[in-house]
């Protein structure tokens, strides 16, 4: 993975880039979580774990053919004190298990592990209310097998970078949805263009945060003979020594966008834009944020939103050698909104061109993003419409349907 779940190639580490290939033919497995998607495509592993702050599950997903997912923020238990994780960005990810190992569904094999029954208990989901009228009017259609299928294309999302494969495997997607009785509805997520750059001001200032205590003397390697050519404290000479390039790229981002000076304009900014791409996926989804006190069943919204997960298939690892900082964060675009927001959001297999024989390099993903706390939906989604396009996203049904009913 790359270091501290920063990147979206698998290529920001110490133990050098994680592949899909060799030499020059080599791709980009997508990231930070890569190595988990590969091993799960190559059949090494059922599942991979990642966090996924602004994509680092759908990505690698998608590049890999394999479905990956990413549950509404907090939603579930959280691991007791000893978890040794450190969270770059702890706003947009968490690491979480489920209360009963044994009655996590596995959605087919590949690279997913979600705790369903958690998701529909309402006991156990701490953070949402209980009395979340949402919640029974949900379980009910889908115990009646009701499901309800109304589905938003974002209109931003179409952008002129969009790579031609990518744009006609969203179509097919949606043609395909519209065949099985989805009513397709375009929509518009206005602050979605901001998205990303709030995204890039935010995480850095949390990891700034998140990693100081990486001084070398509480946590963090302590080398032997740390190097003499960099002057300054033990300290300095710990963290220069110990952090790659990203990391300390994203370290003196994030110190700058949260110093006196910065702050008003970088950190304060962004965080008003997260609050208005929050809002603009509660203006469209049919149901209301759980949180939102007096929010109620918008019936005109739409119930999910489909949209690819990344602008294009994978990049060669050549050609990521030569591309900057920024020209990599691009690829985070799709991901990054629902990320902003917390919302659950899984990349599935997308369909396959029929003049492009399938290879690694043609992989594409879609994502299905709900609203707060609808996991459950995006995942039946998923596995009743949406696996049977590509050969290796084969669902073993049975575990789940036994949830279902
Ligand atoms: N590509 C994103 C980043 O570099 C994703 C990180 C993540 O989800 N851990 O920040």
């Given at each position: 993975?790359?270091?501290?779940?920063?990147?979206?190639?698998?290529?920001?580490?110490?133990?050098?880039?994680?592949t899909?290939?060799?030499?020059?033919?080599?791709?980009?497995?997508?990231?930070?979580?890569?190595?988990?998607?590969?091993?799960?495509?190559?059949?090494?592993?059922?599942?991979?774990?990642?966090?996924?702050?602004?994509?680092?599950?759908?990505?690698?997903?998608?590049?890999?053919?394999?479905?990956?997912?990413?549950p509404?923020?907090?939603?579930?238990?959280?691991?007791?004190?000893?978890d040794?994780?450190?969270?770059t960005?702890?706003?947009?990810?968490?690491?979480?298990?489920?209360?009963?190992?044994?009655?996590v569904?596995?959605?087919?094999?590949?690279?997913?592990?979600?705790?369903?029954?958690?998701?529909?208990?309402s006991?156990?989901?701490?953070?949402?209310?209980?009395?979340?009228?949402?919640?029974?009017?949900?379980?009910?259609?889908?115990?009646?097998?009701?499901?309800?299928?109304?589905?938003?294309?974002?209109?931003?999302?179409?952008?002129?970078?969009?790579?031609?494969?990518?744009?006609?495997?969203?179509?097919?997607?949606?043609?395909?949805?519209?065949?099985?009785?989805?009513?397709?509805?375009?929509?518009?997520?206005?602050?979605?263009?901001?998205?990303?750059?709030?995204?890039?001001?935010?995480?850095?200032?949390?990891?700034?945060?998140?990693?100081?205590?990486?001084?070398?003397?509480?946590?963090?390697?302590?080398?032997?003979?740390?190097?003499d050519?960099?002057?300054?404290?033990?300290?300095?000479?710990?963290?220069?020594?110990?952090?790659?390039?990203?990391?300390?790229?994203?370290?003196?981002?994030?110190?700058?966008?949260?110093s006196?000076?910065?702050?008003?304009?970088?950190?304060?900014?962004?965080?008003?834009?997260?609050?208005?791409?929050?809002?603009?996926?509660?203006?469209?989804?049919?149901?209301?944020?759980?949180?939102?006190?007096?929010?109620?069943?918008?019936?005109?919204?739409?119930?999910?939103?489909?949209?690819?997960?990344?602008?294009?298939?994978?990049?060669?690892?050549?050609?990521?050698?030569?591309?900057?900082?920024?020209?990599?964060?691009?690829?985070?675009?799709?991901?990054v909104?629902?990320?902003?927001?917390?919302?659950?959001?899984?990349?599935?297999?997308?369909?396959?061109?029929?003049?492009?024989?399938?290879r690694?390099?043609?992989?594409?993903?879609?994502?299905?993003?709900?609203?707060?706390?609808?996991?459950?939906?995006?995942?039946?989604?998923?596995?009743?419409?949406?696996?049977?396009?590509?050969?290796?996203?084969?669902?073993?049904?049975?575990?789940?349907?036994?949830?279902?009913?």
């Open positions: 993975m790359d270091e501290f779940g920063m990147g979206s190639h698998s290529i920001n580490s110490a133990y050098g880039p994680v899909n290939g060799r030499g020059f033919k080599a791709l980009s497995v997508g990231g930070s979580s890569g190595g988990s998607a590969l091993a799960v495509a190559a059949k090494l592993a059922h599942i991979g774990i990642g966090t996924d702050t602004g994509g680092s599950i759908r990505l690698p997903a998608a590049y890999m053919s394999v479905l990956g997912f990413k509404s923020y907090d939603i579930l238990r959280k691991p007791d004190e000893n040794p994780t450190c969270l960005s702890s706003s947009f990810a968490r690491v979480q298990e489920a209360k009963n190992r044994r009655r569904a596995v959605l087919g094999s590949k690279y997913v592990v979600v705790a369903t029954d958690e998701i529909q208990d006991d156990a989901s701490q953070n949402l209310p209980s009395d979340w009228p949402w919640r029974k009017l949900r379980s009910q259609l889908v115990a009646q097998r009701k499901f309800t299928r109304r589905v938003g294309v974002p209109l931003e999302y179409n952008i002129a970078e969009m790579h031609p494969l990518v744009r006609w495997a969203w179509t097919a997607t949606l043609s395909y949805l519209e065949t099985i009785g989805c009513e397709i509805v375009p929509i518009s997520l206005p602050s979605t263009r901001h998205a990303l750059s709030s995204y890039y001001v935010l995480a850095p200032a949390e990891a700034s945060s998140n990693l100081a205590k990486y001084d070398g003397v509480r946590y963090g390697a302590v080398r032997e003979s740390p190097s050519d960099v002057g300054g404290t033990l300290y300095s000479k710990h963290r220069s020594d110990n952090f790659g390039p990203e990391v300390k790229r994203r370290i003196l981002l994030g110190t700058y966008s949260l006196a000076g910065a702050m008003d304009n970088y950190f304060i900014q962004a965080q008003k834009i997260r609050r208005m791409v929050q809002q603009d996926f509660d203006d469209v989804f049919r149901m209301p944020n759980p949180f939102k006190q007096d929010a109620e069943v918008n019936m005109n919204g739409v119930d999910f939103i489909i949209a690819p997960t990344a602008p294009s298939p994978p990049p060669r690892l050549r050609y990521l050698q030569r591309s900057t900082p920024v020209e990599n964060y691009m690829n985070d675009v799709f991901t909104p629902a990320s902003l927001a917390g919302l659950p959001s899984m990349s599935v297999p997308a369909p396959r061109h029929p003049d492009h024989a399938w690694p390099e043609v992989a594409v993903g879609m994502q299905i993003i709900g609203q707060y706390g609808d996991d459950y939906s995006v995942m039946y989604l998923a596995q009743n419409y949406m696996t049977n396009f590509h050969p290796t996203a084969g669902m073993k049904r049975v575990q789940t349907h036994k949830i279902l009913t």
